[in-house]
């Protein structure tokens, strides 16, 4: 597949980055010659210095045999362009980033595929939304839906007071296979497991499970469901503002923001929600707006540095739930080892709903886990596939991969040793990043 990705930014980059471990022909286009020299050095794929929106570079780049074209610049103009010429050029499929809501309603969405736009991302929406389901499920650091609602992805924090603690996989005290543990984050590292490894206290433990077994996965994991009623906000930044529009009548926002300019737009933005002028990192300005009180503290600055040890401070008012706007990749695996909560990254979030187009699959059943190193998926299993040759057990699969979970005829249930997977079955598998093409191979 010929994939170009227009704008080597922060979004542009991560995705060329995730792509370069692929089987794919990528080129990354963009007139900061500087940027390009970077990924030159360090990845396998082709750069190019040219304007996103030149027809003569993007003549220059093939794009007429493009399968995928991704515009990523900052700039939505720009982006929206630049698919236009694409698609008008000859490619394929365009795919483009947008910071306007406006843009994802029905009726424009129409305006803009006449255009030749294909697929509309917009971060800051995919992370509001990403924020209310970590809302919803506050028990949880991960929570993802897959094969329509079928099985979820879970991943969960563990303490001392699991019972799953220092237990091998093998040995979990469960008397039924009711869910499928398919990973385990062990501070900067992803660890694929066997049933010879254990749990270990501060554990981030992914599950596989079925909806009716969510309620004793979590009760292994020792935690218990909070019911989030008042949200206090840090920051007044382009996410925050879309979480407020889109869920203002479900929670009661307060938002505080430490430029007064600022301040007077929310409030006429966002008139059912509380709007404070104040510095959110002042212990005191906290404490005049009653930070003990709410049941979630989400810090939403630019800062992922302030983010980070703003959630700290509201941990230590006694907050049940923190999130953290963590933008620096750099920052994320430190972010979560600590006592922070969730945390959100919209180049990740953008970067996974991306690359969900490049599996084949309906987007809304395939989720890449918004981590830096794995990637979950659900790929269907082909005639005379090679993974139907014999059941999982004697199956020599590929290193760093699981299959987790399956849907058959309609119906959901865990992969164990003797399942026996059928063509036509859709599986869920979980790989470190790069593998989900090389797992493919044994599907088709």
Known sequence: MKIIIAGAGEVGTHLAKMLSNEDQDIILLDSDQARLDVIDANYNLMTWNGSTSS??????????????????????????????????????????RIDNFEFLKEENKKVLTNLGVDVLIYPENVGATEIDTALDHNWARY????????????????????????????????????????????????????????????????????????????????????????????GGSRIAVRFALQYHDKYHIKIIEMNRERCEELATRLPDCEIV??????IEVLRENIIYQYDAFLAL??????????????????????????????????????????????KLLASSHIFQILLDSDRSNTKCMVLADAEVAEIEVKPKAKITKSPVKNLKLPYGMTLAGLIRGGEASLVDG????????????????GNIHKIEKWFS
């Open 277 to 282: 002028h104040g510095d959110g990192r002042d």
């Open 55 to 96: 027809f003569d570079a993007m003549k220059s780049v093939d794009v007429e045999h493009a399968d995928l074209y991704i515009a990523v610049t900052p700039f939505e103009t720009r982006n929206i362009t630049s698919c236009a010429i694409a698609k008008q050029l000859g490619a394929k499929r365009t795919v483009a």
């Open 301 to 346: 600055t630019d800062s992922s540095e302030t983010n980070i040890l703003s959630c700290l401070t509201a941990k230590e008012f006694g907050v049940p739930k923190t999130i953290a706007d963590v933008e620096n990749l750099q920052f994320i695996s430190q972010a979560e080892n600590l006592n922070i909560g969730t945390t959100i990254n919209k």
């Open 418 to 433: 003797n399942t026996h997977l059928l063509p036509g079955d859709y599986v869920v598998v979980f790989c470190l990043a």
């Open 143 to 234: 929570w993802g839906a897959l094969a329509d609602d079928n099985l979820l992805l879970i991943g969960i924090k563990l303490h001392d007071n699991s019972p799953l603690i220092n237990v091998k996989l093998k040995d979990l005290p469960v008397t039924t296979h009711d869910f499928h543990v398919c990973a385990i984050k062990r501070k900067s590292e992803t660890i694929i497991p066997n049933g010879n490894d254990e749990i270990r206290a501060d554990d981030i433990v992914y599950f596989i499970t079925t909806p009716e077994y969510v309620e004793e996965v979590r009760d292994l994991c020792g935690k218990r469901k909070r019911s989030i009623r008042k949200v206090l906000i840090m």
